[in-house]
């Protein structure tokens, strides 16, 4: 029992150490690829190359003092960063990483059956992971209010509507993609980790993709990948679509009253939610863990000792370098088109998108749709 | 330590959270404090549920009760800008009323309590309860329950319609933009080249 518990524990870890050390280095790579994408240097003081920047950042943060305004609501002030971070680290538990080969040893005799790489093992994980984001919005709204500011009353306005918003597209996005997993049949022998599991599970969404790059869902689900990496930046706030922030126009958004670690818990949520859409872009759309080079003779074989996490993660830095690149490349949408092209472009293009998907699972359309 | 205890453990802890955040909302003197104890309420409840196996129920609830309707809630609530509401203002007028909803509803629970749970070892007996809680969900849904659900569809879909014709009034003059007429416009329509001599200045 205490065992079970500590274990859980060192998963937990095994999961949010990295995840901390991606953010820190995520906001590294930004000001870098964005500095290179403007014609500067970016960071290049602390460290080599400027890579202890984030560790130095992360220092001045915690060493700020935390001001908080006298006029505020001091309980919901405090508490709305951990309403920020909570759901961003609380989704990553139902995520796969891959599949593990596992032997249990009982009576002398040895059992190999495979089983996902996964912190909880939930059957409506894309479920909960669609709960989970839409609770974020939470920290933002709480932070705004709490504030008792003009500006960052505004942000949180602005961010409530758009993430309200851009979630119909997003939930329409992945009712496709769950469309296209039922038609996978679970085959206890080669699929001894999946029996007994849905298509709302991550795993088998994963699995369903098999068979080569292309049958990972981007191609026979394009508008709907496309619908869901832009709700994706939408969702986070990000630029083009940071009205939230507008730092040209409101300073910062929600959070403009708040300093040191409460500023940085923010950031942290931000950050995490980047990677968690960008991991859940690979997994949804583009394989997850399975190799670009199955099903394509003698690359498979020359790749074939390549871990899945190494792909999963290379698919996953691919959309994060996309987050970056929006952002770089991109001039700010006005509120009035942001949300033009949530409700009026977005929602009608996926449930076109559902319907031309029935037809084509219905009719068993090949190669993605007839394995029956 | 026995797993049952665990969970009755569990149980009373979210039960005693919820009984008291359900209060707390219709007690607390901020408007947003009661739509944030009412978000807390339906957070306990949906764990409540996961204890019971719904996960899927639980879960909806999250994504349409706590991740959409109560952020509109807020919206609205924080846009109204009443901080403090004079408590017990009206209450015996609409004491009536409220003794009226609250006789219904538990009226309503005893039914259900008395009866519903009849239904649930029935669906055990015929093997739904083996699948997923999920599957099984959808596959009554859209089979035994179709009618229902499809009208509870149109009902919604019906008051999405008319919450939009209530409050789209054409106006005129405007300065609306048509995005099709923005994307096809030329260079030639905005910038005209004109060629000139050089002129000498005296």
């Known amino acids: 029992m205490f065992l079970d518990l500590l274990w859980i524990v060192v998963k937990i870890l095994l999961i949010v150490l990295p995840l901390m050390f991606s953010v820190a280095y995520l906001t590294y790579a930004e000001r870098k690829i964005i500095g290179y994408m403007q014609v500067r240097c970016g960071p290049n003081r602390v460290g080599p190359y400027g890579l202890l920047q984030p560790i130095a950042d992360a220092v001045k943060l915690l060493f700020k003092e935390i001001i908080i305004p006298s006029s505020s609501n001091k309980f919901l002030f405090v508490i709305a960063p951990i309403l920020a971070i909570a759901p961003a680290l609380a989704a990553w538990a139902v995520i796969p990483f891959g599949e593990i080969d596992v032997s249990t040893t009982v009576a002398g005799k040895t059992t190999t059956t495979q089983e996902l790489l996964v912190l909880a093992d939930i059957d409506a994980s894309l479920l909960y992971i669609l709960a989970l984001t839409s609770i974020g919005v939470y920290g933002v709204i709480v932070a705004g209010w709490a504030s008792n500011s003009k500006y960052a009353f505004l942000g949180s306005m602005r961010s409530a509507a758009q993430i309200v918003s851009y979630e119909i597209a997003m939930g329409f996005a992945l009712v496709g993609v769950l469309m296209a997993a039922s038609v996978y049949q679970i085959d206890p022998v080669t699929d001894p980790a999946l029996v007994g599991k849905s298509a709302i599970n991550l795993g088998v969404i994963v699995k369903s993709q098999s068979g080569g790059f292309w049958h990972w869902y981007w191609l026979p689900l394009m508008p709907l990948f496309i619908v869901y990496l832009v709700s994706g930046v939408a969702e986070t706030n990000r630029a083009p679509f940071d009205v939230a922030e507008g730092e040209s126009e409101i300073v910062a958004g929600f959070h403009v009253e708040y300093s040191g670690m409460a500023f940085a818990v923010f950031f942290l949520a931000e950050y995490a939610v980047i990677i968690l859409i960008s991991m859940l872009c690979a997994l949804l759309f583009c394989g997850g863990w399975l190799s670009p080079f199955e099903g394509i003779p003698h690359l498979e074989e020359w790749f074939a000792w390549v871990p899945g996490l190494v792909w999963l993660i290379m698919k996953t830095m691919f959309f994060m370098f996309c987050f970056l690149w929006f952002r770089a490349t991109f001039p700010r949408y006005r509120y009035d088109q942001i949300m033009r092209l949530g409700w009026k472009v977005f929602i009608p293009v996926t449930i076109v998108w559902i319907v031309v998907l029935a037809a084509a699972i219905a009719y068993e359309l090949p190669p993605w749709f007839d394995q029956v | ?202």
């Open chain 2, 1 to 202: 330590m026995d797993k049952n205890l665990i969970i009755q453990i569990i149980f009373y802890g979210f039960s005693t959270v919820l009984i008291l955040s359900a209060l707390k909302v219709i007690t607390a003197r901020n408007t947003v404090y009661s739509a944030l104890f009412l978000v807390l309420a339906f957070f306990t409840c949906s764990a409540i549920w996961i204890l019971l196996r719904a996960e899927f129920l639980a879960i909806a609830l999250i994504l349409v009760y706590v991740g959409a309707v109560m952020v509109l809630f807020l919206f609205v609530v924080m846009m109204l800008n009443i901080n403090e509401q004079p408590l017990r203002e009206g209450f015996i007028k609409y004491l009536p009323v409220g003794i009226l909803v609250a006789v219904v509803v538990v009226a309503e629970m005893i039914i259900v309590i008395t009866n519903g749970f009849g239904a649930i070892t029935e669906a055990k007996a015929s093997g739904l309860m083996v699948t997923s809680n999920t599957k099984a969900l959808g596959s009554v849904l859209y089979t035994d329950y179709l009618y229902q659900f499809e009208i509870a569809a149109v009902i919604l879909l019906l008051a999405i319609i008319a919450a939009i014709v209530l409050t789209l009034h054409h106006q005129t003059g405007t300065k609306h933009q048509d995005p099709g007429k923005q994307v096809q416009v030329k260079a030639k329509d905005r910038v005209r080249l004109v060629k000139m001599d050089t002129e000498k200045v005296e």
